[in-house]
């Protein structure tokens, strides 16, 4: 769990991985220099815990520092990041880890259905991202599909192999970095998905993407030193590329990944175009009522 100020549902994040059905993990909270109350609340977690580990950072790194810097020191084979706002069901761990190791090697992650809520904890809304792979697919296929479909970052908090990570690029530190390891990770292997919504994701004023307006804000919550990109879907797409040249996976596979990258991104953005043009549209006809 990375967190940097987040003493608001910090104490509830935890209390839902404590609650957890399946118990034999550690948990480590990697503090990036909080200045409200979270390493208090922390900590009192940790001396009534011996599964959690708290690291307290002297400076602020930037949020893709922290979650690299929570997986550097993974020796199980299975790894899952956790939000400090947001919350798991108590069987998330179990049953994820049921699919998990009850599936092929080549399935390399596993992800519930997100149920996100509120400030309060009411339920808002269920979504299942299409982000589902088959294991027989080349890598190419798996890359396509989710380059075409992954617009939330619900699945950076799935169950995966820890091996599978490590042959990826990691998390970036640039806006939308997620999306990016997405695709990485299809390169290496499938993905599954749970049906049930054992994920709690909360929607606040002070979530990342909300409190940072602008790109560059964004930029900044991913590394304080970081210049925004002029052009975040350029940035975006030759990330996708440095991500596909190294991918472990053959000269022919990359070169169909390279293939299939083009026509995705642009039948993709050209529909998200639409998209917020539509919903511009209508929303100007419900003001002009």
Same mark, same amino acid.
């Given at each position: 769990m990375?967190?940097?100020?987040g003493?608001?549902?910090?104490d509830?994040?935890?209390?839902?991985?404590?609650?957890?059905?399946?118990g034999?993990?550690e948990l480590?909270?990697s503090?990036n /220099? #909080? !200045?409200?109350?979270?390493l208090?609340?922390?900590?009192?977690?940790?001396?009534? +815990? *011996?599964?959690i580990?708290?690291?307290?950072?002297d400076?602020n790194?930037g949020?893709?520092?922290?979650?690299?810097r929570?997986?550097?020191?993974?020796?199980?084979p299975?790894f899952?990041w956790a939000?400090?706002?947001?919350?798991?069901?108590?069987?998330?761990?179990e049953?994820s880890?049921e699919?998990?190791? /009850? #599936? !092929?090697?080549?399935?390399?992650?596993?992800f519930p259905?997100t149920r996100?809520? +509120? *400030?309060?904890?009411?339920?808002l809304?269920v979504?299942?991202?299409?982000?589902?792979?088959?294991?027989?697919d080349?890598?190419?296929?798996r890359?396509?599909?989710?380059v075409?479909n992954?617009?939330?970052?619900?699945?950076?908090?799935?169950l995966?192999?820890?091996?599978a990570?490590?042959?990826?690029?990691?998390?970036g530190?640039?806006?939308s970095a997620?999306?990016v390891?997405?695709?990485e990770?299809?390169?290496?292997?499938?993905?599954?998905?749970?049906p049930?919504?054992?994920?709690?994701r909360?929607e606040?004023?002070?979530?990342?993407?909300?409190a940072n307006?602008?790109v560059?804000d964004?930029?900044a919550?991913?590394d304080?030193?970081?210049r925004?990109?002029?052009?975040?879907?350029t940035?975006?797409?030759?990330?996708?590329?440095r991500?596909?040249?190294?991918?472990?996976i053959s000269r022919r596979?990359q070169?169909?990944?390279?293939?299939v990258?083009?026509?995705?991104?642009?039948?993709r953005?050209?529909?998200l175009?639409?998209?917020?043009?539509?919903m511009?549209?209508r929303?100007?006809?419900?003001?002009?009522?």
């Amino acid at each position: 769990m990375p967190v940097y100020n987040g003493e608001r549902f910090v104490d509830a994040a935890l209390r839902s991985i404590r609650a957890q059905s399946f118990g034999d993990f550690e948990l480590i909270v990697s503090d990036n /220099a #909080s !200045e409200d109350g979270t390493l208090e609340i922390v900590r009192e977690h940790e001396r009534d +815990d *011996e599964r959690i580990c708290l690291i307290a950072n002297d400076a602020n790194r930037g949020a893709a520092w922290n979650y690299e810097r929570v997986f550097a020191d993974c020796s199980s084979p299975y790894f899952k990041w956790a939000a400090a706002d947001d919350m798991l069901a108590p069987e998330c761990v179990e049953r994820s880890l049921e699919l998990l190791e /009850a #599936s !092929e090697p080549s399935v390399i992650l596993v992800f519930p259905a997100t149920r996100y809520i +509120d *400030e309060d904890g009411a339920e808002l809304r269920v979504v299942l991202d299409r982000l589902e792979t088959r294991s027989e697919d080349p890598p190419h296929r798996r890359f396509r599909h989710v380059v075409a479909n992954a617009t939330m970052g619900n699945v950076a908090f799935a169950l995966m192999r820890s091996e599978a990570l490590r042959k990826t690029r990691g998390h970036g530190a640039f806006p939308s970095a997620d999306i990016v390891l997405f695709a990485e990770l299809a390169l290496v292997g499938a993905f599954s998905a749970l049906p049930d919504p054992l994920f709690l994701r909360r929607e606040h004023a002070g979530a990342s993407r909300r409190a940072n307006t602008s790109v560059e804000d964004v930029a900044a919550f991913f590394d304080p030193n970081a210049r925004a990109p002029k052009h975040e879907l350029t940035r975006l797409f030759v990330e996708h590329l440095r991500g596909i040249a190294a991918a472990p996976i053959s000269r022919r596979e990359q070169a169909l990944a390279v293939a299939v990258l083009v026509p995705t991104w642009i039948r993709r953005h050209d529909e998200l175009r639409t998209r917020a043009a539509r919903m511009r549209r209508r929303v100007e006809r419900r003001f002009a009522r």
